[in-house]
């Protein structure tokens, strides 16, 4: 999976307690992406990344935040979980921008907020 | 912002037989059109991509084709097999052109029946 690791790869919590969840990659790429996936939904955007402590929101960012301190590493953080973020959450790599936005995705977090 | 819309939302074909997913997209702007496979519990994987100076690609059996005058591009598979099963989702980026995410449809579910 294009060294990409995701963890927690599951996660139950309760309403109000806050959740960060992690992405590391290890192919030195300039770009990260949070996106959560929901029936019916697909996959949206939350939070994207490009460059060390370079970030900006996404389609739902609300209720959520994000750092990224070094390149590899790219934290989604949920300050006060609500059971609307019951979700999988995907991070995503990718070495450049614009059309040549080639897109690589880890193997999810899969959250329950309870 | 973009908006892409993806039919069928289920499709069943008996294998051997071809198989076409559609897609639409709202930003004429947009220039780069991904599509992924999921199987079940795993994270999307990128099998084929087209950027808009490209009507068509071809890879083995799949390929895909872009009309940017109507806005629309296809996934086709041929000669299907049981491995083809999953869900696939067509996907395009957004204006902008920078590190923005990708804006995703909602996905078919391709069902290969042996």
């Known amino acids: 999976d294009a060294g990409i690791t995701q963890s927690p790869r599951h996660k139950v919590t309760e309403t109000g307690t806050p959740v960060t969840l992690r992405c590391h990659q290890t192919?030195?790429?300039?770009?990260m992406y949070w996106y959560r996936q929901d029936p019916g939904h697909g996959l949206r955007l939350i939070h994207y990344?490009?460059?060390?402590?370079?970030?900006d929101k996404g389609e739902v960012s609300d209720g959520y935040s994000v750092s990224r301190s070094k390149t590899e590493d790219f934290l989604l953080t949920l300050e006060s979980a609500t059971s609307s973020q019951t979700s999988v959450y995907f991070c995503?790599?990718?070495?450049?921008?614009?059309?040549?936005?080639?897109?690589?995705f880890g193997p999810g977090t899969r959250l329950t907020v309870l | 912002g973009e908006n892409v819309e993806q039919h069928p939302s289920t499709l069943s074909v008996q294998e051997g037989d071809s198989a076409v997913i559609k897609c639409t997209y709202s930003?004429?702007?947009?220039?780069?059109f991904p599509w992924y496979k999921q199987e079940l519990g795993k994270g999307p994987q990128l099998i084929i991509d087209?950027?808009?100076?490209?009507g068509e690609k071809k890879d083995q059996r799949i390929a895909v084709t872009l009309n940017k005058t109507a806005k629309h591009f296809s996934l086709h598979i041929t000669e299907t097999q049981p491995e083809d099963s999953a869900v696939y989702f067509c996907?395009?980026?957004?204006f902008g052109g920078g590190a923005d995410g990708l804006t995703f449809g909602k996905g078919t579910h391709l069902i290969i029946q042996p």
């Open positions: 087209i950027r808009s100076n490209v």
């Open positions: 995503a790599i990718s070495p450049l921008a614009g059309e040549d936005n080639e897109q690589f």
């Open positions: 990344s490009y460059g060390v402590k370079d970030t």
């Open positions: 996907a395009a980026i957004s």
């Open positions: 930003d004429s702007a947009s220039n780069y």
């Open positions: 192919e030195n790429h300039r770009y």
